[in-house]
């Protein structure tokens, strides 16, 4: 195998997963089809995930405990665990010297996430934030379309069913933060302001919020997410000066209106869309950035800005939030 300070696309790499579950299964099978890439193994208290996910790869191995990954040598290490783990397990790798992908949100709090990204600095460890909706062929369309732009406002919708899955945050935390990360990242700004309005109606956490910004360079925004619609919807729609984009992030379809006359007029057209896989090219950008070919797309920093963001959310909302289900009359 070559030298861990040998760098270049060709450079294989031993990685490994911490968690089992739905996107640690998911970034088990992309892993294992990357050239140039060995799934080591997966890491899960329970041993049916474990087992389940690393199967997906031949010769990977299922492991109870994150420890054992590092004891085999891993360069690297994706953490899709809950989010409650994060701290604990990205501090430990960090230790040991492994670089880390850690799915969104970085970590529970601001101040852990800032303790991650700390000690990933002090270790020369490269740290990567899994904001994987960057990596929509739609989004990167759209961020293309806005380049050299003056944006006046953006409007996000994520809403969809309530998530068979057992989720430890609400949607603030869950969908919402992809959003939030997208705002920053199309407007090149930070959030300055805040102005919540979150509820819970079948869920303990918040299962409904509408959330207003406006960027430090000005820029109006809002994102409108639940998990009480019965179909999925991931929509995003862009006002320039000189353009309107329009985004569907499920169906990967992008339509730009642009050349605004007195008379109400315009033209249309659609733009080009990739078809890569979000994950597959996240998964491929983390790989590049340990093997030092490139920098990482989602540092740690840009992590800790959207969860504090989340957060401010959560810890200022309108009066009319209430922390438990609510009771609907009959």
Request: charged letters at 20%; aromatic letters at 4%.
């Amino acid at each position: 195998m070559p030298s861990s300070k040998q760098t270049g696309e060709e450079r294989m790499l031993r990685l490994g997963v911490v968690g089992g579950g739905v996107m640690g299964r998911n970034h088990a099978r992309v892993l294992s089809e990357l050239p140039n890439v060995e799934l080591v193994g997966v890491a899960d208290p329970d041993a049916g995930r474990a087992s389940q996910a690393a199967g997906q790869a031949e010769g990977a191995e299922a492991f109870s405990d994150h420890r054992e990954l590092v004891a085999r040598k891993v360069d690297a290490v994706v953490i899709a665990a809950p989010t409650h783990l994060h701290h604990e397990i990205a501090l430990d790798l960090i230790e040991s010297g492994v670089h880390l992908l850690v799915e969104k949100p970085i970590a529970t709090t601001v101040e852990q996430g800032r303790e991650i990204v700390t000690a990933a600095a002090r270790n020369g460890v490269t740290l990567v934030v899994g904001h994987v909706e960057r990596f929509n062929p739609a989004v990167q369309a759209v961020k293309q379309a806005l380049a050299g732009e003056e944006i006046l406002s953006i409007g996000i919708t994520r809403v969809g069913p309530f998530p068979p899955r057992m989720s430890d945050v609400g949607v603030v935390i869950d969908l919402a933060v992809h959003d939030i990360d997208l705002i920053r990242w199309f407007t090149g700004s930070e959030i300055a302001e805040v102005q919540p309005q979150i509820s819970s109606v079948i869920a303990e956490r918040e299962d409904i919020a509408l959330l207003q910004f406006r960027t430090a360079n000005g820029v109006l925004a809002h994102i409108n997410t639940n998990w009480l619609t019965p179909f999925k919807a991931r929509t995003v729609q862009v006002a320039t000066r000189d353009k309107y984009v329009m985004a569907d992030l499920l169906t990967r379809t992008v339509t730009e209106c642009f050349g605004f006359q007195k008379d109400g007029s315009y033209g249309m057209r659609h733009l080009s869309v990739g078809h890569t896989e979000p994950l597959r090219a996240e998964l491929t950008a983390f790989c590049d950035a340990v093997r030092g070919v490139k920098q990482p797309a989602v540092t740690g920093e840009e992590g800790v800005a959207s969860l504090e963001i989340a957060i401010r959310c959560l810890a200022d909302p309108h009066p009319a939030f209430r922390r438990g289900p609510r009771k609907v009359a009959s």
